[in-house]
């Protein structure tokens, strides 16, 4: 079965600061999927990635698919207390990673 | 506003009762699906419905039971067998299957179950 691995698993930013977390899967990904979620609450779609080489914005997200579609980053740029919250990543295959979860420090 | 409905957003449960979690949506999706999460272990497959009548195991379906009568509904029944129900599950809907390709969930809000 296919698994994705999330790193960082917990990550403290300053706000204003970049950030990266990645996704890496064990098999070539068909798509690739990033949700947001707060705590006790859904999950909200960010964006999906679905050709090798991709690379989708969104506000100050970016989040990229490389070449050979087993590894995805989610990137974003001077953040905001708005951007705290719980990271995954999701496959076609109805597979997620065990998240990151993101704290932003005023 | 289309979306998922999940109810209760709370329930605690004695041990060796079943209980029933609600799940409908205006959608006008096809797939359903549910799944739990524990802390540090992500989402968990549960169950997934491509269509109505139809519905598949996950990961993890052991001391589950669903039914899809209607497009709109997918309840979850976490029954007496399920040996370490307490978590948060969460119902999603799709307009297609993953089998299709693009496969973008809509989640609902999650109930939290509490055995106590």
């Known amino acids: 079965s296919q698994e994705l691995e999330q790193s960082p698993q917990s990550l403290i930013v300053q706000e204003g600061k970049n950030l990266t977390i990645n996704c890496t899967s064990s098999?070539?990904?068909?798509?690739l999927y990033w949700y947001k979620q707060k705590y006790g609450e859904g999950l909200i779609f960010l964006m999906m990635?679905?050709?090798?080489?991709e690379e989708k914005s969104h506000e100050k997200i970016t989040a990229k698919l490389d070449e050979k579609k087993q590894q995805s980053s989610l990137h974003i740029t001077a953040s905001q207390p708005s951007h705290a919250g719980i990271y995954l990543c999701?496959?076609?295959?109805?597979?997620f990673g065990k998240g990151t979860h993101l704290i932003i420090q005023p | 506003d289309g979306g998922i409905t999940q109810s209760p957003k709370y329930l605690f449960r004695k041990e060796g009762q079943n209980v029933t979690l609600s799940c409908e949506q205006n959608l006008n999706h096809d797939a359903m699906y549910w799944y739990r999460q524990d802390p540090g272990q992500g989402l968990r497959l549960i169950y997934y419905s491509q269509i109505v009548n139809d519905f598949q195991k996950g990961d993890i379906a052991e001391g589950y039971s669903v039914s899809r009568e209607k497009k709109e509904s997918f309840p979850l029944t976490v029954t007496s067998a399920q040996k370490n129900p307490t978590a948060f599950y969460l119902c999603?809907?799709?307009?297609?299957?993953?089998?299709?390709?693009?496969?973008?969930?809509?989640f609902g809000a999650g109930s939290r179950l509490t055995v106590l």
């Open positions: 098999k070539t990904l068909y798509g």
């Open positions: 999603a809907s799709s307009k297609s299957s993953w089998a299709d390709g693009a496969n973008v969930l809509t």
């Open positions: 990635l679905q050709k090798g080489g």
């Open positions: 999701g496959a076609d295959r109805l597979t």
